[in-house]
């Protein structure tokens, strides 16, 4: 059975699905969040040779993304010149661009995620990015897991667990489903490196659209629930296989998947809010922390470049391939790295 364009997620060449027949007939397309247009930018020259869009919360974790990912697949900026965020005009997000890597922040929550991927699937149609992966690299509170692991989403679903993204639009609900990549998922979890001195686990990830009463917390500036309704709240999602809560999964499985394009999401734990509330790990160590999800993408990153021939097997600084049994692992499992 043949299966049309409106049902299948992805268009056969990879190229990016928009949905908007409106687009195509507007003279320009201004990003104003992002300070781009295509009138006013060549955003093939640009963007065109892009492959990975790395997402995360601040400007500065997407900025030491930015420079990490640099020395991890040895890319060379021109002698004398640095990093440039290319968004700093719009004043609203940041977004670096590294060979095939951009990195960029998305802000808190759901609104401010939702119009970042616009822009963002917007920007890979205008430049005619074909099969591009998205990962979003976040902080979360962990259910039942130490501060500083690193969790794999398997699934988003909402604060009332469902799997889709209530968008209203014309006042009606729409209702998107919220997928992320599945072999995605496998392959990541594949390049968790037994040797890190850290967990790396997968499950559901609980997205919320507030961080105190919407997570359950005691600790904001208003709570009509006790302690123990909290905890049986927690222990309940718990049971039903959620290991993490943060802000912005659902629109992010959701908008990705609508637009054809495989998604990830990787975050570490902050906390485990079956013993607390507040976020109390001193500075320098969320930093580290926070290095986490970015290590294992960089190696995801790292090792499609090297499978693709676009960088050598040596590889460069900390990423270069230390297990040839976990890489052959990889190859088996993964078609996107054929
Ligand atoms: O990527 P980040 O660290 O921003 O993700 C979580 C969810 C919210 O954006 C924020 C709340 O502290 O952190
Ligand atoms: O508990 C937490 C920690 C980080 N981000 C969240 O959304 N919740």
Redesign the pocket.
């Known amino acids: 059975m043949s299966v049309s364009d409106e049902e299948r997620d992805e268009y056969p060449d990879g190229s990016v699905k928009l949905r908007n027949p409106h687009i195509e007939l507007m003279d320009q397309d201004i990003l104003y969040h992002l300070a781009l247009g295509s009138g006013s930018h060549d955003l093939v020259e640009m963007f065109g040779d892009v492959k990975f869009i790395c997402m995360g919360g601040t400007p500065k974790r997407m900025e030491t993304f930015a420079n990490f990912i640099m020395e991890e697949i040895g890319h060379k900026l021109p002698t004398g010149t640095t990093l440039l965020d290319i968004s700093q005009y719009s004043y609203r997000y940041c977004m670096y661009k590294v060979g095939p890597v951009l990195s960029i922040s998305h802000g808190m929550g759901v609104p401010s995620v939702s119009i970042l991927l616009h822009e963002i699937i917007k920007l890979m149609y205008h430049a005619k990015v074909k099969d591009p992966i998205f990962f979003r690299i ?5 259910i039942g897991l130490e501060g500083g692991t690193v969790v794999i989403s398997e699934e988003a679903v909402d604060a009332m667990m469902n799997n889709y993204y209530e968008v209203p639009m014309l006042g009606k609900i729409v209702k998107r489903p919220a997928k992320l990549d599945k072999k995605l998922v496998r392959e990541l979890k594949l390049l968790a490196d037994p040797e890190d001195p850290y967990i790396t686990t997968s499950g559901k990830t609980m997205c ?1 659209s507030d ?1 105190y009463e919407g ?1 359950g ?1 005691l600790d904001g500036a208003f709570c009509e629930y006790t302690e123990s309704d909290k905890m049986e709240y927690l222990n309940q999602i718990r049971c039903q296989g959620v290991v993490n ?3 912005e999964a659902i629109p992010f499985a959701a908008l990705t998947h609508h637009a054809g394009i495989k998604s990830a999401i990787v ?1 570490v ?3 485990d ?1 079956l013993k607390g ?1 507040q ?1 109390m790990a001193p500075k320098e160590v969320l930093n580290e922390w926070q290095i986490r999800p970015q290590k294992l993408v960089a190696r995801y990153i790292k090792r499609y470049l090297q499978m693709k021939g676009r960088i050598s097997f040596e590889g460069h600084g900390s990423m270069a391939v230390k297990s040839p049994r976990r890489f052959k692992l990889v190859q088996q499992e993964s078609e996107t790295f054929e």
Not at 138 to 142: E, F, I, N, Q, V
Request: aromatic fraction near 6%; charge should be neutral.
């Open positions: 976040g902080t979360c509170g962990g919320t961080f997570q917390r809560i943060e802000m975050c734990t902050l906390l809010r509330d976020v």
